[in-house]
């Protein structure tokens, strides 16, 4: 049996006036979604529980079959993990993000997409000017950075608690600066940039062609190493990622994952979804289970922009899924799992609480009588899956093969 997992970031949303209150799952032009959830089950699912933060570091590894509340320790390890950085235990990871703030308002949390080069002059400064070699600046890609600390002695705790830029966008952030264990730290690095890199030649550069200047970082999504059993030992089966979104990469790393990388995956909206789709099947040869994961329809919900948003999604059907599922009949037995991490609402341009609609089509899926994928088309208590992280289970046909003393 194949297996493929497609991961839509952020798709799930509300009925939106412009689309005539249609959601932009069910007013994108999705053919081979639709057939596929005639054919199977289409249900809902939440893979964000409570008192955790809604984003794609808790819901992708309840995604891949991990509950977050036993697994998850916060976003900047799994981005570590992505970059082969491995962490001692008592090491911790803080996401760096560069960012526009200005007359106290979080006016950009990618900096303008600051490029790797200009990210990465700015972190030298930023390293230069901290005096402190417990800390270690990380250059990632783009506004994506990492800053470390390594050694005992860390100042942070489980209570320490950040807020995510992209939930600040157009907002004062004058009462959202971190806070609990190490708070005074991170705030200190993060108000002391502004300074190190008001006057930087990269600012400078950005400013005179007309860019946005990375005036801050954004400290946020701090944590240990988390522990997580491999896939092949929990499900009996091993997997390939296909992702251009770092904290995707560490989480298939960290569950024992191959990892497949594409030319042209940006994690943007010019992502090639061709070539990611091309890629799967590729690897559909060697590898049983395959995962794709789009960042599109997310950055599309980050910016508010409802068309981009709709066209993401026919893009994933016309150029990922149709592929996929012309690949697969050629190939004998298959399950396919279309389902988003997490909704991000175009009103409020950030990742939202709340159910996200699942699909499960192929051998030995019984249709549920769906008609198309969307929100509202997966309504309804009879198919819902309470635990989102039950999903995986459920999609490979298998019990869970729970370590000896796990209930
Ligand atoms: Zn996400």
Not at 198 to 224: E, F, I, Q
Not at 338 to 348: A, G, K, M, Q, W
Request: glycine share 8%.
């Amino acid at each position: 049996m194949k297996y493929v997992l497609v991961i839509p970031d952020g798709a799930a949303d509300e009925p939106i006036a412009e689309l005539g209150q249609r959601s932009p799952m069910a007013a994108a032009h999705t053919p081979t979604m639709d057939a596929l959830a005639s054919r199977g089950k289409v249900g809902l699912t939440n893979h964000v529980p409570p008192n955790l933060p809604p984003g794609s570091e808790v819901a992708c590894m309840s995604l891949l079959g991990y509950d977050p509340l036993v697994y998850f320790t916060g976003r900047a390890p799994l981005e570590a993990a992505a970059k082969g950085i491995s962490l001692g235990p008592d090491d911790w990871a803080v996401r760096c993000n560069l960012v526009t703030i200005r007359e106290q308002i979080m006016e950009d949390f990618t900096a303008g997409h600051v490029s790797d080069e200009e990210a990465a002059s700015l972190l030298v400064t930023a390293q230069t000017a901290l005096h402190n070699p417990a800390w270690e600046f990380v250059p990632g890609v783009s506004y994506r950075n990492l800053l470390l600390w390594r050694g005992d002695h860390s100042p942070f705790a489980n209570d320490s608690c950040t807020i995510p830029p992209h939930d600040l966008i157009d907002k004062s952030v004058v009462d959202s600066f971190p806070r609990g264990s190490g708070s005074r730290e991170l705030t200190e690095i993060m108000s002391s940039s502004a300074e190190w890199f008001a006057d930087h030649p990269v600012n400078v550069s950005r400013r005179a062609s007309g860019k946005l200047p990375a005036t801050h970082v954004w400290l946020w999504g701090l944590g240990r190493s988390p522990t997580l059993e491999s896939f092949v030992s929990r499900y009996g089966i091993n997997g390939t990622m296909i992702t251009a979104v770092d904290l995707l990469r560490g989480l298939a790393s960290l569950v024992g994952w191959k990892r497949r990388e594409v030319v042209g995956a940006t994690g943007y909206l010019d992502t090639d979804y061709a070539a990611k789709g091309r890629a799967a099947i590729d690897e559909l040869r060697s590898s049983d289970f395959v995962c794709v994961h789009v960042e599109a329809p997310d950055e599309a919900s980050h910016e508010g922009n409802v068309r981009a948003k709709v066209e993401s999604l026919e893009k994933i059907d016309a150029l990922i899924v149709s592929p996929l599922y012309e690949a697969l009949h050629s190939m004998g037995d298959y399950r396919i799992l279309i389902c988003p991490d997490h909704p991000t609402f175009i009103r409020l341009k950030t990742h939202s609480r709340g159910d996200v609609p699942f699909l499960i089509s192929g051998t030995g899926i019984p249709s549920t009588g769906a008609t198309a994928y969307h929100e509202t088309a997966a309504a309804g208590d009879s198919q819902r899956v309470t635990h989102g992280w039950h999903l995986m289970g459920e999609f490979l046909g298998r019990p869970l093969h729970l370590p000896q003393g796990s209930c």
